[in-house]
């Protein structure tokens, strides 16, 4: 459940003001998680404890989110022109997606004038949509993966 919340800190709204201090308690309390974790596994054991390894990389992951919010951040807040290259990226992968959330908050009198600009804001959720994916997809993988291992260590016993 914990890695979940890790995913969540990209559904917070940014105006909020608590991305950045959620996604930090999140990684204070992997921490402190996996630091309790390793005072009990044997030092002198002869193989890695998966459930070591596994909180090391949601760890990693929790680190990673805090820089991404920060992105995210200062992208929501960016001023000045959109690279060419952040604009072509943005258009090839989830421009459609946004089109359809933006379109549902404005009146489409709004929208239609505004049909083809690209916003910081636009960006912001972009970015926010597909580092959500990415997360619920890695913590799934990782977690059905040590899950699996988990299987076959016990049932070899």
């Not at 990782?142 to 049932?155: D, E, G, K, N």
Request: one cysteine or more; aromatic letters at 12%; charged letters at 15%.
């Amino acid at each position: 459940m914990m890695a979940i919340l890790i995913a969540m800190v990209f559904k917070l709204p940014v105006d909020s003001g608590e991305r950045n201090g959620f996604a930090l308690t999140v990684l204070l309390a992997y921490a402190v998680y996996l630091s309790i974790i390793s005072e009990n596994i044997p030092s002198t054991s002869v193989s890695v404890c998966y459930l070591s390894l596994y909180l090391a990389f949601v760890l990693f992951l929790a680190a990673m989110s805090v820089v991404l919010t920060i992105f995210v951040l200062r992208a929501h807040y960016g001023t000045g022109e959109i690279p060419k290259l952040l604009k072509i990226l943005f258009n090839c992968t989830s421009r459609s997606k946004v089109d359809v959330e933006i379109l549902e908050k404005t009146d489409v009198g709004e929208y239609e004038h505004e049909e083809n600009k690209l916003t910081w804001q636009i960006v912001a959720v972009g970015m926010d949509t597909v580092f959500f994916y990415v997360y619920v997809v890695l913590i799934s993988v990782v977690t059905s993966v040590l899950t699996v291992a988990y299987i076959i260590h016990y049932r070899s016993i």
